[in-house]
């Protein structure tokens, strides 16, 4: 039916070959893990015997996607959205796949993001096959695990544990499970080596959750990206591509993280997941290219045939580029079948190239725009979904494209089509729907076996978890292992032992206030808030992890124990001092400077990218706690900056040029504020709580008044928010539109709410 290629999942199925009459017993034993398919390309596996097309929907289920289901075992699992404004709640679903009926849900609430869901809002979850369980990111990037009866195994908030950046248009794709790993992407700002933006993948363990490895395989992002990796066997072991903010197209070894090389394409994100063709990758963008001034072409690149697993990253020379297309696809995914790759383009036409040559061997106009979605391919047939609505079945012929069907839909598609036990299964932004095939029986290719590779000779140590987050009085277990130089691993470790360690290269030499014995790390009850790197030696093996200690509340900060002895490059003449290192997002973003014979912290104005700037300053499951600090905008009467706090997921904001005291969590749906008189280089005080009662309800609290007044008795602002957030890290804000002007905190203080 196609060609098979070099990657493969590691899941065997059989091959299955039963009729109608069978199959309402058997369609469990069809499988959908991911939002590409069997192979993480778009292309089913499945046949069938003359099958005919029911225009008609068998069920419909109420829930707005923009993404695509999974189905494991009969089970569908569906990422969507209810509700408008202050009410919308992202949502994923269990259906029974053959009848659509509600197995079971969770909701969750989206917060301090700025999310617009009429934009993109992507997402999708993966199934692992082994266990079948569920993984899923949220827009506002909660990474989580539940059972395939619904139980949640783990969770952690990326935006407040790893420092994850969101973004307007929610992009957010689809984590991927490979072997014992579940691997996402987005881009971060976290802290010491990885404290720079970046587009990160993360691979955490499928069962505990904890982390095993951070690869960071670009430079610094232009855009958001939601490139979902695709994986194969490669170079004796798993290795995967994607696409990154950065304008690059990566690889890297799916065992151990290592980024093996990258090519750039453009000045924008790349999107698009990518193919694979024999030794090639095949990938399309829609931004501004590298040598033109036009935007957005399809390109094929040369695979390097040899890696130096022990060398740095490949940056692979614009020689490696095969061949180049106009076809400018903005997001949506291509498909390969046989030589052909089929794609939808920007402007609504289904483009057909040789892979081999690039060539395109004709186009089909079915839209005026297209963006996420993208087609599928199965028993000779095309699935093409149109932003508009309209869904198209397509026969491909050799200098053209025979439409045998047209559907319209209420809503836009921006998801992909998935067909699994002889159903089609669509979602728009108005319902998920389900349409079944009359057939004479379906047959099912076996899938591949996995090839990971031999393992080879000890070259160093792993750590699990390889970033370890603590509180005064807690601890954490570590399992360790040796890997060989491609991430296999060899054998593991009963103890190792572990010292501090302060690379050469940090610019903040600190160490973390913590001890390590018999595996464990663990923190006093007057532990520190402290940051540091950790280093253990068997034999010749060498291995590292990370960790931080974050205060317990009550804790305050007034940065008077910071030197400024280092030259900015910025202002000439003027001292600063790194901010405290455990702080998440905190350096590129803010500096400690004198001001007025005094520390303070001050948003730095140099980077465009970080006008926006959130740094947590707390654990992410703190709760009922009050913060309070000084804060004060730089400016004139005309151009003024924000300045705000974080509270348990609520921003807190003076609006500078909108004299407004704010308070939101994601502006679209929670945003209250009450007149201000914001003086520019004026100190304020400002204070907020968030009060949680038995039914789950929220009253944000706010007050502010000049730094040097009587703090007055009444709330400035209150605010209630049904199905408030009942946790969430304390953080500090600033926003220098156009890093224009700065914005000034001092005398940080957290205290449990009374």
Same mark, same amino acid.
């Given at each position: 039916?196609?060609?098979?290629?070099?990657?493969?999942?590691?899941?065997?199925?059989?091959?299955?070959?039963?009729?109608?009459?069978?199959?309402?017993?058997?369609?469990?034993?069809?499988?959908?893990?991911?939002?590409?398919?069997?192979?993480?390309?778009?292309?089913?596996?499945?046949?069938? %015997?003359?099958?005919?097309? /029911?225009? &008609?929907?068998?069920?419909?289920?109420?829930?707005? *996607?923009?993404?695509?289901?999974?189905?494991?075992?009969?089970?569908?699992?569906?990422?969507?959205?209810?509700?408008?404004?202050?009410?919308?709640?992202?949502?994923?679903?269990?259906?029974?796949?053959?009848?659509?009926?509600?197995?079971?849900?969770?909701?969750?609430?989206?917060?301090?993001?700025?999310?617009?869901?009429?934009?993109?809002?992507?997402?999708?979850?993966?199934?692992?096959?082994?266990?079948?369980?569920?993984?899923?990111?949220?827009?506002?990037?909660?990474?989580?695990?539940?059972?395939?009866?619904?139980? %949640?195994?783990?969770?952690?908030?990326?935006? #407040?544990?790893?420092?994850?950046?969101?973004?307007?248009?929610?992009?957010?794709?689809?984590?991927?499970?490979? *072997?014992?790993?579940?691997?996402?992407?987005?881009?971060?700002?976290?802290?010491? &080596?990885?404290?720079?933006?970046?587009?990160?993948?993360?691979?955490?363990?499928?069962?505990?959750?904890?982390?095993?490895?951070?690869?960071?395989?670009?430079? @610094?992002?232009?855009?958001?990206?939601?490139?979902? $990796?695709?994986?194969?066997?490669?170079?004796?072991?798993?290795?995967?591509?994607?696409?990154?903010?950065?304008?690059?197209?990566?690889?890297?070894?799916?065992? /151990?993280?290592? $980024?093996?090389?990258?090519?750039?394409?453009?000045?924008?994100?790349?999107?698009?997941?990518?193919?694979?063709?024999? !030794?090639?990758?095949?990938?399309?963008?829609?931004?501004?290219?590298?040598?033109?001034?036009? #935007?957005?072409?399809?390109?094929?690149?040369?695979?390097?045939?040899?890696?130096?697993?022990?060398?740095?990253?490949?940056?692979?020379?614009?020689?490696?580029?095969?061949?180049?297309?106009?076809?400018?696809?903005?997001?949506?995914?291509?498909?390969?079948?046989?030589?052909?790759?089929?794609?939808?383009?920007?402007?609504?036409?289904?483009?057909?190239?040789? @892979?081999?040559?690039?060539?395109?061997?004709?186009?089909?106009?079915?839209? /005026?725009?297209?963006?996420?979605?993208?087609?599928?391919?199965?028993?000779?047939?095309?699935?093409?979904?149109?932003?508009?609505?309209?869904?198209?079945?397509?026969?491909?012929?050799? %200098?053209?494209?025979?439409?045998?069907?047209?559907?319209?839909?209420?809503?836009?598609?921006?998801?992909?089509?998935?067909?699994?036990?002889?159903?089609?299964?669509?979602?728009?932004? &108005?319902?998920?729907?389900?349409?079944?095939?009359?057939?004479?029986?379906?047959?099912?290719?076996?899938?591949?076996?996995?090839?990971?590779?031999?393992?080879?000779?000890?070259?160093?140590?792993?750590?699990?978890?390889?970033?370890?987050?603590?509180?005064?009085?807690?601890? #954490?277990?570590?399992?360790?292992?040796?890997?060989? #130089?491609?991430?296999?691993?060899?054998?593991?470790?009963?103890?190792?032992?572990?010292?501090?360690?302060?690379?050469?290269?940090?610019?903040?030499?600190?160490?973390?206030?913590?001890?390590?014995?018999?595996?464990?790390?663990?923190?006093? /009850?007057?532990?520190?808030?402290?940051?540091?790197?950790?280093?253990?030696?068997?034999?010749?093996?060498?291995?590292?992890?990370?960790?931080?200690?974050?205060?317990?509340?009550?804790?305050?900060?007034?940065?008077?124990?910071?030197?400024?002895?280092?030259?900015?490059?910025?202002? $000439?003449?003027?001292?600063?001092?790194?901010?405290?290192?455990?702080?998440?997002?905190?350096?590129?973003?803010?500096?400690?400077?004198?001001?007025?014979?005094?520390?303070?912290?001050?948003?730095?104005?140099?980077?465009?990218?970080?006008?926006?700037?959130?740094?947590?300053?707390?654990?992410? !499951?703190?709760?009922?706690?009050?913060?309070?600090?000084?804060?004060?905008?730089?400016?004139?009467?005309?151009?003024?900056?924000?300045?705000?706090?974080?509270?348990?997921?609520?921003?807190?904001?003076?609006? *500078?040029?909108?004299?407004?005291?704010?308070?939101?969590?994601?502006?679209?749906?929670?945003?209250?504020?009450?007149?201000?008189?914001?003086?520019?280089?004026?100190?304020?005080?400002?204070?907020?709580?968030?009060?949680?009662?038995?039914?789950?309800?929220?009253?944000? &609290?706010?007050?502010?008044?000049? %730094?040097?007044?009587?703090?007055?008795?009444?709330?400035?602002?209150?605010?209630?928010?049904?199905?408030?957030?009942?946790?969430?890290?304390?953080?500090?804000?600033?926003?220098?539109?156009?890093?224009?002007?700065?914005?000034?905190?001092?005398?940080?203080?957290?205290?449990?709410?009374?």
């Amino acid at each position: 039916m196609f060609k098979r290629f070099h990657f493969i999942l590691p899941f065997v199925s059989s091959l299955f070959i039963f009729s109608e009459a069978g199959f309402s017993d058997s369609h469990t034993k069809f499988q959908w893990f991911s939002w590409r398919g069997p192979d993480g390309n778009g292309v089913s596996y499945e046949k069938y %015997k003359n099958w005919e097309f /029911n225009k &008609k929907p068998s069920w419909s289920y109420e829930l707005k *996607g923009r993404g695509t289901p999974v189905i494991a075992d009969g089970k569908m699992f569906v990422f969507g959205y209810r509700g408008e404004g202050v009410e919308v709640e992202e949502v994923i679903v269990c259906l029974d796949a053959k009848t659509g009926k509600l197995q079971w849900e969770h909701s969750f609430r989206d917060y301090i993001s700025d999310t617009i869901y009429d934009r993109y809002s992507i997402g999708s979850a993966a199934i692992d096959p082994q266990t079948k369980n569920v993984y899923l990111q949220t827009t506002n990037g909660l990474f989580l695990a539940f059972t395939s009866n619904g139980k %949640k195994l783990w969770e952690h908030s990326m935006m #407040e544990r790893f420092g994850r950046l969101t973004f307007p248009n929610g992009r957010t794709g689809a984590p991927i499970v490979e *072997g014992d790993l579940v691997i996402m992407h987005c881009i971060t700002s976290y802290w010491g &080596k990885q404290g720079p933006a970046r587009d990160r993948f993360y691979a955490f363990d499928k069962i505990n959750g904890k982390i095993v490895w951070v690869s960071e395989p670009g430079i @610094a992002p232009k855009d958001s990206s939601f490139s979902t $990796p695709i994986v194969e066997s490669r170079y004796g072991t798993r290795v995967f591509y994607a696409g990154t903010g950065d304008g690059n197209l990566v690889c890297v070894n799916a065992l /151990n993280g290592k $980024p093996l090389w990258r090519f750039h394409m453009s000045f924008g994100g790349v999107n698009s997941s990518p193919i694979i063709y024999n !030794d090639s990758i095949i990938c399309p963008h829609g931004k501004e290219n590298i040598d033109t001034t036009e #935007e957005g072409r399809m390109v094929s690149v040369k695979i390097p045939k040899e890696i130096d697993f022990k060398g740095k990253q490949s940056v692979l020379k614009p020689s490696s580029e095969i061949w180049r297309n106009e076809t400018v696809s903005f997001t949506s995914s291509p498909i390969l079948v046989k030589d052909r790759v089929y794609q939808i383009s920007k402007v609504g036409e289904l483009v057909c190239v040789d @892979a081999k040559s690039g060539k395109i061997l004709w186009h089909k106009k079915l839209g /005026n725009d297209n963006l996420h979605s993208s087609p599928l391919y199965c028993d000779g047939k095309l699935f093409v979904p149109i932003f508009s609505g309209k869904l198209f079945i397509i026969e491909p012929e050799d %200098k053209g494209a025979k439409i045998l069907h047209e559907l319209k839909l209420e809503g836009n598609l921006i998801g992909s089509p998935v067909i699994c036990g002889g159903r089609l299964y669509l979602h728009t932004t &108005k319902s998920l729907h389900c349409w079944n095939f009359s057939h004479d029986g379906i047959e099912s290719e076996e899938w591949p076996k996995q090839i990971n590779g031999k393992a080879g000779k000890p070259f160093e140590i792993r750590a699990v978890p390889s970033d370890v987050l603590l509180q005064p009085g807690s601890k #954490e277990s570590f399992v360790f292992h040796t890997l060989d #130089e491609k991430g296999h691993v060899i054998s593991k470790l009963d103890k190792v032992s572990f010292s501090r360690f302060i690379p050469p290269t940090a610019k903040v030499k600190t160490e973390m206030d913590a001890v390590f014995t018999d595996n464990l790390i663990s923190a006093s /009850n007057e532990a520190r808030t402290s940051a540091g790197a950790w280093r253990g030696v068997d034999g010749d093996l060498v291995g590292l992890f990370r960790g931080r200690v974050l205060d317990k509340i009550p804790f305050s900060e007034d940065l008077e124990s910071y030197k400024t002895v280092i030259d900015s490059k910025v202002d $000439p003449g003027e001292k600063f001092a790194y901010p405290p290192l455990p702080w998440i997002g905190a350096r590129f973003k803010w500096e400690v400077r004198n001001l007025d014979g005094n520390n303070v912290l001050r948003k730095t104005l140099d980077r465009v990218l970080f006008q926006r700037a959130m740094t947590f300053i707390g654990h992410p !499951d703190l709760s009922n706690y009050t913060i309070q600090a000084d804060v004060m905008t730089d400016g004139n009467r005309r151009i003024k900056s924000d300045v705000g706090l974080v509270n348990q997921r609520y921003l807190i904001v003076l609006k *500078g040029n909108a004299n407004l005291l704010e308070v939101s969590s994601n502006q679209e749906r929670l945003k209250v504020s009450t007149p201000f008189k914001v003086k520019y280089k004026t100190w304020y005080t400002l204070k907020t709580r968030v009060d949680v009662d038995g039914d789950g309800n929220a009253l944000v &609290k706010a007050k502010v008044w000049a %730094k040097n007044d009587k703090e007055p008795d009444a709330w400035t602002i209150e605010v209630p928010h049904k199905k408030g957030h009942i946790k969430g890290a304390p953080g500090l804000f600033g926003f220098s539109p156009q890093s224009q002007k700065p914005v000034y905190v001092d005398n940080i203080s957290i205290i449990p709410s009374k």
